[in-house]
C-alpha cells in the first residue's frame, strides 16, 4: 500500500528513500517503482561531467608538479576511488601498510572495513609518508611533527578544514589541467568510468567503490561517444 507521508519532512522521506534502495539492493529487486511513491525532499544534484581520458591525463601531469604528498593526495581518489574522507582519514600505520604489503586496509564509509590491492600506487603512499605535516610542532632535535592522519598533511585543523583543503588542491589542479569546478568527488566516478572502459564488470567496479547498491554504481559509469563507438557493428 501506499505510504501516508504527506506530513513528512523532506529529511524524512529522504531517509525513507534511502532506505528503500539498500533492502531492494540488499534482495536484488529494482527500487524504481517503490521509489516513485515517495518524492524527494530536495532536488537531485545534477549528473556530474566526467573529464575525457585525455583531460584525466592531463590532470595528472599538472599534479606531478606538486610536492609534499600533495601530488599523491591528487591522484588517490583517481586511482583507487576513495572518497575524500576515507583518504583524509587514513592512519599513518594504514599508509605505511599499503606502502609495503601492497594491501589499503581502511574504513569504508558506514564503518565496514575494506581491503584494495594497492601493489600499482605504492609509490604515492610512499610519497604521503615521507610529507611533513602541514604546520607541525617543532620536536626536541629540530625536527617537525609527523602526521597521523592524512589529512594533516593539508591542515592541522579540523576535519571539515582538512576536505576543504582538499578541495581546494583538486580544484586548482583542475583549473590548471583546463577541467572547470573539479570536485574530488568527481575523480570516483572518473575512476569507476576507467574500470568500465578497461572491461571491468559492474560488480567488480561496485566492489572497488564499496557501495551496497549495484543501482548506485550504474550511477558512477559515463559512458561517452568514443565507447558507445567500440560496440556499434
Not at 591528487?74 to 583518504?87: N, T
Not at 594497492?118 to 610529507?131: G, I, Y
Amino acid at each position: 500500500p501506499e505510504p501516508q507521508i504527506t506530513n513528512w519532512t523532506d529529511g524524512q522521506r529522504n531517509i525513507l528513500r534511502a532506505a528503500i534502495v539498500r533492502v531492494c539492493g540488499d534482495h536484488n529487486i529494482d527500487s524504481v517503482k517503490p521509489l516513485a511513491k515517495v518524492s524527494r525532499g530536495w532536488a537531485k544534484a545534477p549528473t556530474p561531467r566526467v573529464p575525457s581520458e585525455i583531460e584525466l591525463e592531463k590532470y595528472e601531469e599538472e599534479a606531478a608538479k606538486l610536492k609534499n604528498g600533495r601530488h599523491a593526495l591528487a591522484l588517490l581518489s583517481l586511482k583507487l576511488g576513495l572518497r575524500a574522507e576515507e583518504l583524509l582519514n587514513l592512519s599513518r600505520q594504514q599508509v605505511h601498510r599499503a606502502a609495503n604489503s601492497g594491501e589499503l586496509r581502511f574504513i569504508r564509509k558506514g564503518g565496514a572495513e575494506k581491503t584494495l590491492p594497492s601493489d600499482k600506487v605504492t609509490d604515492l603512499f610512499n610519497e604521503l609518508l615521507e610529507a611533513p605535516r602541514a604546520i607541525g610542532r617543532e620536536l626536541t632535535d629540530g625536527k617537525r611533527q609527523a602526521w597521523f592522519r592524512v589529512g594533516e598533511i593539508l591542515s592541522p585543523g579540523k576535519p571539515i578544514t582538512q576536505y576543504h583543503a582538499f578541495h581546494t588542491l583538486v580544484k586548482t589542479v583542475g583549473n590548471a589541467a583546463g577541467i572547470p569546478k573539479l570536485h574530488p568527488h568527481t575523480l570516483r566516478h572518473a575512476f569507476a568510468t576507467r574500470m568500465n572502459r578497461d572491461g571491468a564488470p559492474t560488480r567488480v567496479i561496485q566492489e572497488a567503490l564499496g557501495h551496497t547498491s549495484i543501482t548506485s554504481t550504474q550511477k558512477y559509469v559515463h559512458p561517452d561517444a568514443a565507447d558507445i563507438g567500440k560496440w556499434i557493428r
